[in-house]
């Protein structure tokens, strides 16, 4: 018996796979196109170049991108869902923008109605204080007892563009919610200098990434407010980074242009350093007090003074000495010479007791003794602010009148000393009660 050859299996695959393959080209051939439309080639995923200028609580961002384009383009970018969309402007090098349209996804809100969790999707219109007016498919509601909000991390910008063909740059700019920063002050005590160090603080609260963005630092926000999408975020990675820095006046706003190139991450905080300098200072412990009252081993604040050329941005000043944190204080945008309350000392204390009372027809007249104790290992500048509001004061100790109703006693104490000082405070009666004690 003679059996055929049969059809190797193959032969059969690759039989198969070279007819589809023709069908495929056959159908890219012949399929009609829109006329003057492209498809986006060129440098379409890559920034030629990122602008960031970062307010306070607001950012700007200027991306330019190149193309190589065609006579009649439909061209589609997408923004951070943060973005004030009065703010969008997209400026080709050549030709016309004919058309333009934001596209939007829809926020999904989790309620609860009852015992239930209910979910709805639509756009916000409005936010009040529990509630939010949303429009949906079937109108608009308002909804309450609300437990998550998913909001779509950006929006679409579809263009259509006519221009010469070739390859051109198109520059997108706009105002945005999400960006931001905050100074950072740490200054490192020495027994007579401090190393100031100041940071800026920078974070990226939207889902975009920036990538080698040159960058631009301005105090305070521009003069203009939009209402926005509150950011989704909580949790932050951190990254710290080192840079050059030219700092210069933008009217009433300090400036700060960043030398290097910088990139944020989306959900993310960049530490940034500005300036770092040495500079004298002085610690004080200070107490400030009625001179009537009477109190039983109050802590001193700590105070510290230093003078600067340089502007500290707003946000916190964190002091240290030998690794160890002493306090912090809050710092607005300051030069000259700077006066930060850092917290209460532990070992600096103040007792103060009114000894004497004595009321005449035409006077009154308190004696007031206080005593402060040093039970540090340190020496320490001690400052006792006695308000006494229109009271004449005598006393053996130095003081000095800093106003009508202030008096201040400088006092340097030893480590572990203290030191009682008496005064007498004096007033005309004239239709003057006894003050509160």
């Keep these: 018996m003679v059996f055929k050859k049969g059809i190797n299996i193959n032969q059969l695959a690759y039989f198969f796979?070279?007819?589809?393959?023709?069908?495929?080209?056959?159908?890219?051939?012949?399929t009609p196109k829109t006329p003057g439309f492209s498809e986006l080639v060129g440098l379409s995923k890559e920034f030629v170049s990122t602008e960031l200028s970062i307010y306070s609580n607001i950012g700007f961002v200027r991306e330019t991108q190149s193309f190589v384009l065609t006579s009649k383009n439909?061209?589609?970018?997408?923004?951070?869902?943060?973005?004030?969309?009065?703010?969008?402007?997209?400026?080709?090098?050549?030709?016309?923008?004919?058309?333009?349209?934001?596209?939007?996804?829809?926020?999904?809100?989790?309620?609860?109605?009852?015992?239930?969790?209910k979910k709805i999707k639509g756009f916000?219109?409005?936010?009040?204080?529990?509630?939010?007016?949303?429009?949906?498919?079937?109108?608009?509601?308002?909804?309450?007892?609300?437990?998550?909000?998913?909001?779509?991390?950006?929006?679409t910008l579809?263009?259509?563009?006519?221009?010469?063909?070739?390859?051109?740059?198109?520059?997108?700019?706009?105002?945005?919610?999400?960006?931001?920063?905050?100074?950072?002050?740490?200054?490192?005590?020495?027994?007579?200098?401090?190393?100031l160090k100041v940071y800026a603080n920078i974070f990226n609260n939207t889902y975009?990434?920036?990538?080698?963005?040159?960058?631009?630092?301005?105090?305070?926000?521009?003069?203009?407010?939009?209402?926005?999408?509150?950011?989704?975020?909580?949790?932050?990675?951190?990254?710290?980074?080192?840079?050059?820095?030219?700092?210069?006046?933008?009217?009433?706003?300090?400036?700060?242009?960043?030398?290097?190139?910088?990139?944020?991450?989306p959900n993310s905080e960049k530490k940034v350093l500005l300036f770092e300098e040495v500079l004298t200072y002085n610690k004080k412990y200070l107490f400030e007090t009625y001179f009537s009252n009477e109190f039983e081993k109050r802590k001193a604040n700590i105070t510290l003074d230093f003078e600067t050329d340089r502007v500290l941005p707003l946000g916190n000043l964190l002091v240290y000495k030998e690794e160890q944190f002493l306090g912090s204080a809050r710092v607005f945008d300051e030069t000259g010479k700077i006066k930060a309350n850092i917290g209460r000392a532990f070992d600096i204390?103040?007792?103060?007791?009114?000894?004497?009372?004595?009321?005449?027809?035409?006077?009154?007249?308190?004696?007031?003794?206080?005593?402060?104790?040093?039970?540090?290992?340190?020496?320490?500048?001690?400052?006792?602010?006695?308000?006494?509001?229109?009271?004449?004061?005598?006393?053996?100790?130095?003081?000095?009148?800093?106003?009508?109703g202030r008096v201040v006693f400088p006092i340097k104490l030893g480590a572990g000393e203290s030191k009682t000082i008496s005064f007498t405070a004096t007033k005309e009666k004239f239709e003057t009660t006894r003050p509160f004690r």
């Design 208 to 265: 975009n990434n920036y990538e080698n963005a040159s960058l631009k630092l301005i105090s305070g926000n521009p003069n203009f407010s939009f209402v926005s999408p509150a950011s989704p975020f909580s949790g932050r990675d951190f990254e710290k980074a080192v840079a050059g820095v030219v700092e210069e006046r933008a009217g009433n706003q300090e400036l700060f242009e960043i030398e290097e190139k910088v990139s944020l991450s």
């Design 74 to 117: 439909s061209l589609s970018f997408t923004i951070p869902s943060q973005v004030f969309e009065e703010t969008i402007n997209l400026s080709p090098d050549s030709g016309n923008i004919t058309s333009q349209k934001i596209e939007r996804k829809e926020t999904e809100f989790f309620f609860s109605e009852g015992s239930l969790t």
């Design 349 to 404: 204390f103040m007792t103060q007791r009114v000894s004497e009372f004595s009321e005449e027809e035409e006077s009154l007249a308190y004696n007031v003794v206080f005593t402060v104790e040093n039970k540090s290992s340190s020496k320490a500048d001690v400052e006792v602010v006695e308000n006494v509001f229109g009271y004449d004061v005598v006393s053996a100790a130095n003081f000095i009148r800093e106003s009508e």
């Design 124 to 155: 916000i219109k409005e936010r009040k204080g529990e509630s939010v007016v949303v429009l949906t498919a079937k109108g608009v509601l308002e909804i309450f007892n609300i437990v998550k909000i998913f909001e779509p991390g950006f929006i």
């Design 158 to 195: 579809n263009i259509i563009l006519e221009t010469d063909p070739g390859k051109q740059n198109l520059s997108l700019s706009y105002f945005l919610d999400g960006l931001g920063w905050e100074g950072i002050s740490e200054a490192y005590l020495g027994e007579e200098t401090l190393n």
């Design 17 to 30: 796979i070279v007819f589809f393959l023709l069908i495929f080209f056959l159908m890219l051939l012949f």
